[in-house]
């Protein structure tokens, strides 16, 4: 029989009802460039435990969809970067009959955790609808997990990469709640605002009982909370403009499609701004980790 494993210490935190967050993988292997993916994933680790929370990297290993991976694996999956199978929800099966390693994305992160009963999973930015996507049908996986299952994701809004007018559209089509900490419009990943408008929350608590309220209602699917970058990390709107469409441009020039679009302009906008943009991401990640290890520890006390 297939199934999922979880780490012990996860295991463990879960039978206590302690808090635990999730954290997924594709944004090591692919998201960035070695060491600095390592260390950040460590680090991140590191942030759930202070805030006095369970950490549980998600990653599919040698076949087994598993909550809460060791230090070893997380090194192992930074060092193979693209090597490693990029594995949204539609890989997880093939990944697990094959015996294969797999970096989870936002849509099996959630579908993971779902299994484990993880409940919070922080991240830096979501797949979305592309800009495009009228022709290309390009909208990552993501966005129908958030749909159906029940996980709420802390991330920094989304790149503009994609098209978030439309993915804000689609969230709403879906019955997606896309709250906005301490903001009223939605983040932009290196930027923190968008002319596009989210319902404002000002308090982790109050995201809790938000999470609270969905669950006893028996509402399906989760919930998005975008959370700013810090105002001193945050990068100069028409500047990373630019750079974001010549990174499309390059995208479009050397025929990259499917699931290689994201990672592609991932690095590209990396080697364009000559690491500037990394090291945004990795401060709108670890600030992304603190608020949800936050709301995880307010969830705890209202169950
Ligand atoms: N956006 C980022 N960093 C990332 C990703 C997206 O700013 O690392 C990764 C996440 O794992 C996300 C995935 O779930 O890319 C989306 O890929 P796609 O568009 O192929 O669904
Ligand atoms: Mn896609």
Known sequence: MFGFAVGQEVRQALREGKPVVALESTIISHGMPYPQNVETALKVEALVREGGAVPA????IAG???VGISPQQIDHLGKEGRRVA???RRDVPILAAKGLDGATTVASTMLIAAMAG?????????GGVHRGAETTMDISADL???ATTPVTVVCAGAKSILDLGLTLEYLETKGVPVLGYRTDCLPAFYTNKSPFPVTRVDDPLEIAKAIKAKEDLGLRGGMLVTNP???EYSMDPDYIEGVIRQALAECDK????????TPYLLSKICELTGGESLESNIQLVFNNVRLATRIACELEKLA
């Not at 993880?118 to 979501?126: C, E, P, Y």
């Not at 050397?254 to 290689?260: F, H, L």
């Open 86 to 88: 990029k594995a949204s």
């Open 144 to 146: 129908e997990e958030l």
């Open 57 to 60: 990297t998600v990653a599919i």
């Open 64 to 66: 087994v969809p598993t």
């Open 254 to 261: 050397e025929g990259i499609k499917g699931k290689d679009t």
């Open 118 to 126: 993880v409940k919070l999973f922080a991240t830096g930015g979501i």
């Open 229 to 231: 970058i810090p105002e």
